[in-house]
């Protein structure tokens, strides 16, 4: 396993980190499986857990916290809020009110008393980067968290958040968790430069983007990826973006074989391959899905690897642009764009 330092925090992280979002009903993953899944991950070196209030309403924390019970001190542990939990209206966003709740039941749920990184899981538009800021300093200073991130956030509010924590004398986001694979490459336009700039840590999302680079997704193969499943339209092939990412996976495919690696391998090895990742979360459901990604801790690709890559896939480009998650919100409601 490699390890890297966390943006400017002086954190060692694993440049493969453990993703919890399948641990529970969303990945019909049991405690015991999440619990073996997280003594395999450990033994092989991984040291950064993260997770979200979101996922599954609580259950993946719940588990995260009974997997990892008597080694908390060897575990770079995160969350996330600000996702919608239940219907009620102000149980969601980044209010100072919310904030507070949400880490007090995670850290409950986590059987904590402290997270490591704390995320901000969406840019929430109705609440000032002053109340967000100012909410999680405070939490800071409390010793409820050690540092705070955010996560699928634009570039531009990126940069107006690091701004404002200087203009108002408050802490600042030290990490940002964007997505990015080989098939979704647009934040290498506009994200991952920012990123640089202010020194942040870049954990990403989805390597494998969606399980289209997992090996599973192959012309002529009935897909059985739990994402299939919660959003089949994803890799419907009448979709022409997805016509598009089912002809990248077949030449990507060739191109982890003629270089001797598996299709998860090369994923996994180009995005750690940016200088401006710090890790790449890995989402397994199951140990055999776990042992497939760790095979990845080390590799290295060469320039010419990198190169037959970007013949496939140009960079800064998102083969479906639909799926992008850090879409300015006056683009998705007319709302916000009319008067």
Known sequence: ????????????????????????????TTQDEATAI???????????????????????????????AGRRDDIVLATKATMPIGEERN??????????????????????????LFQIHRWDPTTSDEETLSALTDLQRAGKIRYFGSSTFPAY?????????????????????PSYSILQRGIESHVLPVTQEYGLGVLVWSPLASGWLSGAVRKGREVTTSRSRMLPERFDLSVPSNQARSKAVERLAEVADQAGLTLIQ???????????????LIGP???????????????????DVLDAIDEIVAPG????????FDTPPALLDASLRRR
């Open 91 to 116: 149980h969601r966003g980044s209010s100072r009110r919310w904030l507070y709740k949400a880490l007090d039941d995670s850290l409950r749920r986590l059987g904590v008393d402290h997270v490591d």
């Open 266 to 280: 090369l994923a996994l090895g180009f995005v750690n391959a940016h200088p401006a990742v710090t890790a790449a």
């Open 157 to 177: 509010r990126i940069v107006q958040a690091q701004w404002a924590a200087r203009e108002l004398r408050l802490g600042r986001y030290v990490t940002e968790q």
């Open 1 to 28: 396993m490699q390890y890297r330092t966390l943006g400017r925090t002086g954190v060692q992280v694993s440049t493969l980190a453990l993703g919890a979002m399948n641990f529970g009903a969303i990945g019909r």
């Open 38 to 68: 997280v003594d395999a991950a450990l033994e092989a070196g991984v040291n950064l857990i993260d997770t979200a209030d979101f996922y599954g309403e609580g259950e993946s924390e719940e588990m995260v916290g009974k997997a990892i």
């Open 317 to 324: 480009t998102d083969l479906a642009p639909q799926e992008k």
């Open 285 to 303: 459901r199951t140990l055999d899905h776990l042992r497939s990604q760790l095979a990845a801790a080390d590799t290295v690709l060469p320039s």
